[in-house]
């Protein structure tokens, strides 16, 4: 399926790596010219080259760190004015609500939260005046089914999603949608990470891995090139009718009619 977004512009943050990556390829596969972001210049340029040998379109990595004033206007230097926006930025990490403090608490609704909302805030008037815009937002299948230890991160995007919703239905008018997707369990390094902290117990990585897997209702986790293709259908000229949604992508963890 021809998406309709050839040649048009993405900002993709935190996308070096994992489920950005698996986004930013999946637009480029598409047509689409990227700015790339992440924090680690080296992969930013293994993934940049990686983007244009494998598609062939323009690609602008800036390394950055997508939560700060600084890191935002660099993005924005490098493409004033995108027609989509992948907001997507990495969560605190697992942490008892008794060990977080306010300092803690704040800078995980700034990470989560309050970043996305502020890029939303400088595209969206070009977007509209254009009549053509597509924002999505990577958050996390917590949201839908809260995950103990993580209630810092789920609460933030939970706020965003929140936040989100009624802008969504503000600006559809003039074809820019606003839309989240939630995942679950995918293959990346994040989850890798997580499975080796098993080995302190004597587990095997390999063994855990199996175990969870088995628990998913489609015998596996994800990769980020489907969840990439996802974004992309969302990013694209087929999609202006979904309009302030949040997508579960999870292989069926979250049992739920709705």
């Known amino acids: 399926m021809d998406l309709g977004i050839r040649g048009k512009r993405a900002i993709v943050c935190a996308s ?4 950005g990556r698996g986004c930013a390829l999946g637009l480029a596969e598409a047509g689409v010219d990227l700015v790339i972001n992440g924090r680690d210049p080296a992969a930013l340029e293994e993934t940049a080259s990686f983007l244009r040998d494998r598609t062939g379109v323009q690609v602008v990595p800036v390394a950055a760190d997508v939560g700060t004033p600084e890191g935002q206007a660099a993005l924005l230097a490098a493409c004033p004015d995108p027609d989509i926006l992948v907001n997507n930025n990495g969560g605190p990490p697992l942490r008892d609500f008794r060990e977080l403090d306010r300092d803690k608490m704040l800078a995980g609704l700034v990470q989560n939260m309050v970043a996305p909302v502020e890029l939303i805030q400088k595209v969206i008037g070009p977007m509209m005046e254009r009549g053509f815009g597509r924002i999505v937002n990577i958050t996390s299948s917590s949201v839908k089914a809260p995950i103990a230890g993580l209630d810092l991160s789920s609460g933030a995007r939970a706020g965003l999603s929140a936040f989100l919703a009624g802008v969504a239905r503000k600006v559809a008018h003039r074809n820019v949608t606003i839309n989240a997707i939630m995942p679950g369990s995918f293959d990346t390094d994040r989850l890798r990470v997580t499975f080796k902290r098993f080995e302190a117990e004597g587990r095997s990585e390999e063994e855990i891995r199996q175990e969870r897997a088995r628990a998913i209702p489609a015998g596996r986790f994800g ?17 202006g009718y979904i309009v302030g949604q949040n997508i579960l992508i999870d292989g069926g963890v979250v049992n739920s009619t709705f």
């Open 16 to 19: 070096s790596r994992g489920l």
């Open 223 to 239: 990769t980020p090139e489907e969840f990439g293709r996802l974004c992309a259908f969302l990013c694209s000229a087929h999609a």
